[in-house]
């Protein structure tokens, strides 16, 4: 059995990112009494069909800072979800997990998730295709990043513990 349950991680990641994105977007979009903001934010961004690498709301001044802020948002989440669910139980507070992206509104932009030398995730899509039909498979691949990431880390720290052993 996997801890926290799935259904209880995909959701508060979700929640996560609805937090996330109306911390940097609220405002943006006129909202009828029963809508949720942070819900339309998601719409826009993460499942409705894209046009462009971003939907044209949410770019700034720089194209790809608006390519960047659309990956590293939900990356975010999912890392401080890893760290205090996972790390800080652990006692594990330094260094931090790392995110590196290569952004591109031309081609594929490429997401590194780190922590000291090990690469805990990997990720690539191009910009107009990090979209997602339902709300539902947008939980399930935060949910499985979130996996990953933890496991990759468990890897990591057993892998360490076995060449520490070893000297």
């Not at 405002?27 to 409705?48: A, C, V, W």
């Not at 790390?87 to 922590?115: Q, R």
């Not at 339902?134 to 990759?152: H, I, V």
Request: aromatic share 14%; hydrophobic share 40%; glycine share 2%.
């Amino acid at each position: 059995m996997e801890y926290p349950k799935r259904e209880t991680l995909q959701m508060e990641l979700y929640q996560d990112l609805k937090k996330t994105l109306l911390e940097y977007h609220s405002g943006l979009f006129e909202i009828k009494k029963n809508e949720d903001e942070g819900d339309l934010l998601i719409q826009k961004l993460y499942l409705d069909p894209q046009e462009g690498c971003v939907p044209d709301e949410f770019i700034g001044e720089e194209l790809l800072y608006a390519v960047k802020s659309k990956f590293y948002a939900i990356f975010s989440v999912i890392r401080d979800k890893v760290q205090v669910d996972y790390l800080e139980k652990k006692k594990i507070s330094y260094p931090p997990i790392s995110i590196a992206i290569e952004a591109s509104y031309e081609d594929v932009t490429y997401v590194v998730v780190s922590f000291q030398n090990a690469v805990i995730s990997e990720y690539n899509a191009k910009a107009w295709n990090f979209v997602w039909t339902s709300s539902a498979e947008l939980q399930k691949e935060m949910a499985d990043l979130f996996y990953q990431m933890r496991d990759r880390l468990n890897q990591y720290f057993v892998e360490g513990l076995r060449y520490a052993k070893q000297r």
